[in-house]
């Protein structure tokens, strides 16, 4: 009998986090200051990161202990089941072997509490009082809530202000759970007021809801600042996704040819691919292959230049070496909220540079098709963003019919769609359009990124 659903228990829960650092084939670039261009030190980011976080950012350690107190809170929905796609692979009448983590069973419906619980852990433990974030549609900001509620910590969300009038449901989701949440661009920051000043309607974006979020942390004392993706220590947390599927895989006696996620910052795909991107890099699976898929109007991967960038509108994060299409980037507005970040998390960015991760796009509306065939076959009702990672599984899938292959193909199942039904309600009435970012944009985007000396 071939088993649909490959589980772990309790006591199989990861002991500690891969960290990638040490294994990649080339060093990281440096983050540099924003004002002066040269490194960062750790001390420049004490005012909005722990000390813990911080050192897990830099660290050098190939295995992180992950802390008791996180592992028991992890134990509310992990480890989290293996599903063997066997109805979708029959729908698609292919030899492959699909599998999907999935990640939708977490009390928010993401992996993002993978993170934010050990986010709000190691900020406890440092005695410090509330922490501002934030979001874009509200998957990070509902996950973050969740984790504060949790350790009695306050938490205050920046949410993008089209989002925070259009989007209710999450919005009420972190008023259970406790947080405060602000519609972006806001009056209480001067990031804030400078954007009100000159275009009293706008309707915000992530990257000015950053600048805010980083604002309040640096000029309040109790408070600190916390991101949902794109940073080394993120994705060092998400690395307990990767970590489960491989021995769940083990289980039964199967190892993938080609991993699959969707990618916003970057964070899931990384947690998710990272333990078997070790493999590769180590010389053991050569040929292993790795698909990171993002949207064609948010092309940060498959179109933008690998290059220094701010990770914010207002130009206060440090600058960051990754793929981006500019901090200044607004995006169409398509369905999947949480793909639509300018840039991409370093760590991703260089692996993909380095053509040890291949990256590909896809128009929205084949992506719903795609996210329909999931719901019909497996059940499920995926959120748009992972819709990004079934369809590119679909598409390797159905190679594999034409060439008679028997690949392995997995992919990480991000989060369900539950909170996204009008987006589904506008593919349904056909009201969804195609979008691809222009080439001009981004050739001005080029012109506008931060000169610096390498
Ligand atoms: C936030 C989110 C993403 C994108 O973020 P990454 O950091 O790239 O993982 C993808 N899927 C879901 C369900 C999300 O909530």
């Known amino acids: 009998m071939v088993k649909s659903k490959i589980l772990?228990?309790?006591?199989?829960?990861?002991?500690?986090w891969y960290n990638i650092l040490p294994d990649l084939p080339k060093p990281l670039e440096p983050f540099l200051h924003p004002?002066?261009?040269?490194?960062i030190s750790p001390d420049d980011l004490a005012p909005i990161f722990p000390r813990a976080l911080i050192e897990q950012e830099v660290s050098?350690?190939?295995?992180?202990?992950?802390?008791d107190e996180v592992r028991e809170i992890y134990k509310l929905w992990r480890p989290t089941p293996l599903h063997r796609a066997l109805r979708l692979e029959e729908y698609l009448k292919t030899p492959a072997r699909i599998y999907y983590k999935n990640e939708s069973v977490s009390p928010p419906g993401s992996h993002k509490p993978n993170t934010a619980v050990a986010q709000a852990y190691y900020n406890k433990m440092e005695g410090v009082k509330r922490l501002a974030t934030e979001t874009g549609a509200g998957q990070w900001g509902s996950a973050l809530s969740f984790g504060c509620d949790l350790f009695g910590l306050q938490c205050t969300v920046y949410m993008v202000k089209v989002s925070y009038e259009q989007k209710p449901y999450r919005k009420i989701l972190m008023h259970v759970w406790g947080a405060n949440v602000i519609p972006s661009p806001s009056n209480k920051t001067k990031a804030g007021r400078s954007i009100l000043e000159k275009n009293p309607d706008s309707t915000g974006s992530l990257g000015i809801a950053i600048s805010e979020a980083i604002e309040d942390a640096a000029i309040h004392d109790d408070t600190k600042y916390s991101l949902g993706s794109v940073l080394n220590h993120v994705i060092l947390h998400q690395t307990v996704v990767g970590l489960e599927t491989k021995k769940?895989?083990?289980k039964v006696g199967d190892y993938p040819d080609v991993i699959i996620g969707c990618v916003g910052g970057g964070s899931n795909f990384s947690g998710f691919s990272f333990p078997?991107?070790?493999d590769k890099l180590s010389g053991k699976k050569p040929h292993l292959r790795f698909i990171a898929v993002e949207p064609t109007a948010c092309p940060t991967l498959t179109k933008g230049p690998y290059a220094y960038d701010f990770g914010d509108t207002a130009k206060l994060t440090p600058l960051l070496k990754m793929f981006t299409l500019g901090h200044d980037f607004v995006p169409p507005p398509i369905h999947s909220g949480g793909l639509r970040y300018h840039g991409d998390a370093p760590l991703l960015s260089l692996l993909c540079n380095e053509k040890v991760i291949e990256a590909q796009a896809y128009y929205q509306i084949p992506v719903f098709e795609a996210a329909a065939i999931?719901?019909?076959?497996?059940g499920i009702l995926p959120a748009p963003e992972t819709a990004h990672a079934i369809k590119a599984a679909i598409d390797e899938a159905l190679e594999c019919k034409k060439n008679r292959e028997e690949k392995v193909i997995i992919f990480n199942f991000s989060g369900h769609g539950h909170f996204d039904l009008s987006a589904y309600e506008a593919y349904i009435s056909k009201k969804l359009e195609d979008y691809e970012y222009p080439e001009e944009e981004i050739k001005r985007t080029l012109g506008y990124l931060p000169k610096v000396g390498v």
């Open 248 to 250: 769940q895989l083990e």
């Open 35 to 39: 004002a002066t261009g040269k490194p």
């Open 374 to 378: 999931f719901a019909h076959t497996e």
């Open 8 to 16: 772990l228990e309790e006591s199989e829960l990861p002991q500690a």
């Open 276 to 278: 078997f991107v070790k």
């Open 60 to 67: 050098m350690e190939q295995w992180i202990k992950i802390p």
